[in-house]
């Protein structure tokens, strides 16, 4: 009995290790699992009639459960820093929900033949985290690609890659930072093509903005009898509120193969919009569901949170201690001594009222109040104190990753969307005022949610009225580079022309003082370098989502000097001034032309 106890010991340190076990706040230990109690359950099944223990062939790699296992949701990774990465996988027993535990091993290695092992380790995974693995592998070198998989008895996972962040004296100097950035996937819309063609890209690191999936029932948000034709119904085929709902639809969005294979090839920057709980949420409720007398399928908003949040943490790959208090998921990544990335939560959290369809006139009366926030005065008090840290370790670039569009936009004279900043304005300001006191230009707000893309010269508008009517003065602060979608909809007209479309486009760049560059047609994605002089930005497009193709437009490239005061146009090497789509403002200076930063990998193959 003694050996059972250390033997013990060591799988309830492997479960441990397993980091989908752990709850994804300390203020919430109800969305964790308890590992003790787990503990003392496989303990019990090692013990024969006996009572001795038959732990140790377990640990040797002979677990318990002997039948077929397959990796059928690949692997993936995220929030690296400098030394260490986070890696996750999903296994599948062949015999549905078995009580006995599966083991698996990682290795990782800066070859992808694994001629040499720079870590390794075991860890369990069980039917209470639907089969998810989750590690942080440590001691890494900075600025590193690896290489890395999972075994499970005869079954070996694909084989990932991902990339360290560089040490904090880099500077930079003679290389860049590449980063692809996406928002809103929405499966029954189409195929993530997107996925696909930015997974071929020459770059470090992804980013996803928010909405990685939604939560509606077949029929709701989708393309009719079409998402049927093309083979893209969302399962389970019910509005998603239990934890099992919510689990179904990450591996249903998780097989696949684009968004896979994008997974596969580089580590993600992640943060949640309001789709991966539900439409419209806020700190009380959403559009859908609320704690008192409006629910779906019976399910209240903090329940159906709960579930939401549960999954997420296990399907993602993100850091435990990040959600540490009252599920927080801002963050922040500090990228040498080039750029430090903030990763916010304007959604979720602890944002005030928001316009839930019904109250769309009353939330337009009060968005002005002061006393409204979109972040919540403990992320507020957070932002202000880290952007100054930033100023003070002299980071050359200030990336802001956030959900919704920042910059003022108006639709029409009469349309805001105050679900959006346009909401929050007082939160804005001071959000503005922050970036002001830094007295550099070089900030960068990245947006997604609204479908449609968006380039922003970033003011503080000193002499702004409440209705939005600027005058002349004002202080440059940077960029805003907002995404279309990888599949969701354009709000201008699902079935709209690209020449209709690309007119709306061309009103609203005319219509916003601050706006360069608008697309409404394309769902697609963008891809940002840094470099210590500058910003360049590109827009890539994927025309068909009806079927799964290769199909991508290159869109225009702008770029932003460091410590400027304006985004440029920049054009190819042929000097053609024709735009690919969109629009753009007539008085947007033009940069020396040069090839786009943006190219192929010169083999996808690992």
Known sequence: MKFALLAGTAVAVSLLDNLAFHSPSLLHPGLGHDVEALHERLVKRTLDENGDSYLPTLLNGNVNYTDA????????????????????????????????????????????????????????????????????????????????????????????????????????????????????????????????NAAKKDVDFSVHLGDYLYEYPPGEYDLGNTTDTIGRTDKPAKAITSLNDYRTRYKHYRADPDLAENHRLFGWFLTWDDHEVADNSWRESSAESSNTNVTVDGVSFDARKAAAVRAYYEYMPIRPHLLTNNLRLYRSFQIGQLADLSMLDTRQRDRDLTDLYTNTAYVTSIKDDEKRSMMGLEQETWFNDHMRSASVRNATWRVIGQQVVFSHLNYSANNQNVDAWDGYTSNRNRMLSTLASLNTSN?????????????????????????????????????????????????????????????????????????????????????????????????????????RNTKEIAGPVLAFQKDGNALQRVLPSNNNATLPYGAIKNTTAVAANRASPFQNRNSTAI
């Not at 997604?448 to 702004?464: M, P, R, Y």
């Not at 827009?539 to 989502?545: R, V």
């Open 443 to 547: 900030n960068i707000i990245l947006a997604g949610d609204s479908h449609v893309n968006w380039a922003f010269d970033l003011t503080f508008e000193k002499g702004a009225s409440k209705d939005g009517n600027f005058n002349a003065s004002y202080s440059d602060l940077g960029v805003e580079i907002a995404g279309t979608a990888i599949s969701s909809p354009t709000p201008f007209g699902r079935t709209a022309s690209q020449g209709t479309l690309r007119n709306i486009s061309e009103g609203l760049v005319g219509l916003n003082r601050r706006l360069v560059y608008a697309d409404t047609g394309y769902r697609g994605y963008f891809s940002m370098q840094l470099t210590r002089s500058n910003m360049t930005v590109q827009f890539f497009a994927a025309p068909d989502l009806m079927s």
């Open 69 to 196: 296992v397959n990796f059928t949701h690949g692997v993936a990774s995220g929030d690296p820093d400098s030394n260490s990465i986070i890696f996750w996988t999903r296994i599948a027993p062949s015999v549905n929900d078995t009580d006995a535990p599966i083991a698996l091993r990682y290795e990782v290695s800066t070859s992808p033949n694994f001629t040499s092992i720079a870590t390794n380790g075991s860890i369990y995974t069980t039917r209470e985290v639907d089969y998810t693995a989750k590690v942080l592998a440590k001691s890494l070198k900075p600025w590193t690609w690896y290489y890395y998989r999972f075994k499970s008895g005869n079954a070996t996972s694909p084989i990932g890659r991902s990339k360290t962040l560089p040490a904090a004296n880099w500077t930079g100097e003679g290389d860049s930072l590449k980063l692809n950035v996406f928002s809103c996937s929405n499966y029954p819309f189409g195929h993530f093509n997107a996925y696909g």
